[in-house]
């Protein structure tokens, strides 16, 4: 609807101003300024403004001064505004923004981390995406989301998880416990997932909620011991009021900057100080995997490195050593040795 619509041409003076603002977040950038007489156009053609090229010049200049100061007033900005606004000369002449408060190569990072996170549903996606998109002019939009839907990345269908998540951090300030259903995919439904323990209620107290692999997780205690569950799997959250959380002892004892790397790296299991031997092109990826700090590293020979790390030895864990084939051996503790002999042998068994 144009904006003289709303109450005539005299109406739509009072916004040109922030109008032609739009026009040039919209319209310009380094590589794509706009001069006057464009923007006259554009104010025609989108807003059913009519200006001229002096006025509008003007707004210009008044929105350069906001945004940058000048000698006459001097404006104590500090990082408020993060705006610059040039009039190119060179070329095709008119005025451009060449400064926002986010770059370019910022917009893309977000971009990726929406498109590639498994926690955020297909229609949040779409709506990040296009406020994102708002961030940038028109043809820099073009870029950012120009791969982001080459590839169909799995994506949570629980549209009810930031709400899940609001409800786990109120429970935490409040130091409430939680309940909840947990589901699971079954063949016959492989859709929509169904509650497990025939839709008992799970009861845990909550303590931290953790962001890795692209998936929200519950840290919390049972009642036993520290659990973790996925809170995209998670249905029916509720808080407690009257049950007050436990096991803030246990919690205590745990490392979370090592936690991640031992449960959800390695899926669980007992936790023992293992020793493999790696080929040295391999640091990068242990030391992506175990940390740099906590582990020992040690020299073996010139090709070869040791790791001694605490894991949560598994299947999992094991299954990710198979994958470096000849450049990974774990060479003790001898029961962790004689497991995975036995790991290997039920493999093979299943292919004689």
């Known amino acids: ?58 707004d210009i200049k008044e929105l350069q001064r906001l945004y940058e100061g000048d000698e006459e007033e001097c404006f104590d900005q500090g990082e408020r505004f993060k705006y610059k606004i040039v009039y190119d000369g060179s070329g095709k002449r008119g005025y451009k923004v060449v400064k926002r408060p986010c770059t370019l190569s910022d917009l893309q990072l977000l971009v990726e981390c929406v498109c590639t996170s498994r926690f955020i549903t297909k229609e949040q996606e779409g709506r990040l995406l296009d406020a994102l998109t708002e961030q940038c002019s028109e043809y820099q939009a073009d870029e950012l989301v120009r791969d982001s839907y080459l590839i169909d990345r799995g994506k949570s269908r629980n549209n009810r998880l930031p709400d899940y998540v609001q409800v786990i951090n109120r429970a935490i300030r409040n130091d409430h416990k939680i309940k909840f259903k947990y589901t699971k995919h079954t063949l016959s439904n492989r859709t ?32 036993k011991k520290i659990v973790h569950y996925r809170i995209d799997r998670m249905r029916d959250v509720e808080e407690i009021p009257d049950a007050p959380r436990e096991g803030i002892k246990e919690f205590e004892k745990i490392d979370l900057r090592t936690y991640t790397q031992k449960v959800f790296s390695m899926f669980g299991g ?3 100080r293992v020793q493999i031997r790696f080929t040295n092109d391999l640091l990068d990826t242990v030391i992506e995997r175990f940390g740099a700090s ?29 994958s470096f084939r000849k450049k ?15 790991f290997l042998s039920d493999i093979q068994g299943r292919y004689e």
């Not at 003076?13 to 603002?21: A, N, P, T, Y």
């Not at 156009?41 to 010049?57: F, K, P």
């Open 1 to 58: 609807m144009a904006i003289q619509d709303l109450g005539g041409r005299r109406e739509g003076q009072k916004f040109k101003s922030l109008l032609v603002w739009q026009i040039l977040l919209r319209h310009t950038d380094e590589n794509h300024p706009l001069s006057a007489e464009k923007i006259v156009e554009l104010l025609e053609d989108e807003y059913g403004v009519t200006s001229g090229e002096h006025s509008v010049c003007r």
């Open 192 to 223: 929509e997932q169904t509650p497990r323990r025939r839709g008992k209620d799970y009861v845990l107290s909550p303590f931290k909620i953790l962001v890795t692999e692209g998936n929200y997780y519950l840290i919390a205690y049972n009642g």
């Open 270 to 272: 007992e936790e023992k």
């Open 294 to 322: 906590e582990p020992t590293y040690t020299k073996y020979d010139d090709t070869h490195f040791t790791v001694s790390a605490a894991v949560e030895v598994s299947n999992m864990f094991y299954s990710w050593v198979c």
């Open 328 to 342: 990974a051996t774990i060479v003790g503790p001898p029961e962790v040795v004689e497991e995975f002999q036995q």
